[in-house]
C-alpha cells in the first residue's frame, strides 16, 4: 500500500473514534447540539480521508509526486484546523469563527487538489 494510503488510513481511524465517542457522549446526555461537528468529525475526517487514501491504493501510480503529497498536507491540515475549531464554535464560541472559516477553505482547496490528482493522467509505478 503506498506510503500516503497508510498515512490517510491512520489519520481517518483517529477520527471515527473521536467522532464516535462525541456520539456516544451526545447519545448519553441525550445532547444532540453537537451533531453538526459529530457529522464532519465522521464524514470528512473518517469517511472522506479513507476514501482519499483507498483512491491512492487502487492507483498507487497517482500516489508519487508532490501534487499527492500536497492534497494530502492540505487537506489534513485543513481538517485540524477546522474540526477542534468547530467543536469549539458549537461549544458557544463565535470568535473561533475564522479560524474554521481557514480550515474550511484549506479543506476545500484540499479537495480541488484531489480533483486534480483524479483528472491528472498517472504514471504505472509499482505499489511501495
Ligand atoms: C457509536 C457510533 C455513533 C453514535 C452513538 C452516533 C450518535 C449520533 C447522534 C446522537 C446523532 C444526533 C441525531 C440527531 O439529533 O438527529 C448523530 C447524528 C449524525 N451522525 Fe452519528 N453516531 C455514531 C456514528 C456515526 C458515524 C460512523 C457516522 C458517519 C460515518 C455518523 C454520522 C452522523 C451524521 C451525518 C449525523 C447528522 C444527521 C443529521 O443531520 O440529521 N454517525 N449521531
Ligand atoms: C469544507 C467543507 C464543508 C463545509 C464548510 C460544510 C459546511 C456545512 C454547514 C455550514 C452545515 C450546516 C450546519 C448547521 O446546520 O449548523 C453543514 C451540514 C452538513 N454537512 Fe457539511 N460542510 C462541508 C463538507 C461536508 C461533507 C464533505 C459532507 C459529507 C461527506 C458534509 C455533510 C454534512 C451533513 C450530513 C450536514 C448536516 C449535519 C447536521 O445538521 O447535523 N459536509 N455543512
Redesign the pocket.
Known amino acids: 500500500m503506498p506510503r500516503i494510503s497508510r498515512f490517510y488510513f491512520g489519520i481517518a481511524i483517529v477520527f471515527l473514534m473521536i467522532g464516535i465517542g462525541l456520539g456516544l457522549k451526545m447519545a448519553i446526555t441525550q445532547d444532540h447540539a453537537m451533531?453538526?461537528v459529530h457529522?464532519?468529525i465522521n464524514?470528512?475526517g473518517w469517511?472522506?480521508s479513507a476514501l482519499f487514501g483507498g483512491y491512492y491504493a487502487l492507483n498507487p501510480g497517482k500516489a508519487h509526486g508532490w501534487l499527492p503529497r500536497a492534497q494530502c498536507f492540505i487537506y489534513t491540515l485543513g481538517l485540524i484546523v477546522m474540526l477542534p475549531g468547530l467543536y469549539w464554535l458549537y461549544d458557544g464560541n463565535p470568535a473561533i469563527e475564522p479560524v474554521v472559516a481557514i480550515g474550511?477553505m484549506a479543506?476545500?482547496l484540499g479537495v480541488a487538489l484531489f480533483a486534480m490528482v483524479v483528472f491528472t493522467p498517472g504514471r504505472e509505478l509499482p505499489t511501495t
Open positions: 451533531a453538526p457529522a464532519h464524514l470528512l469517511v472522506t474550511s479543506v476545500a
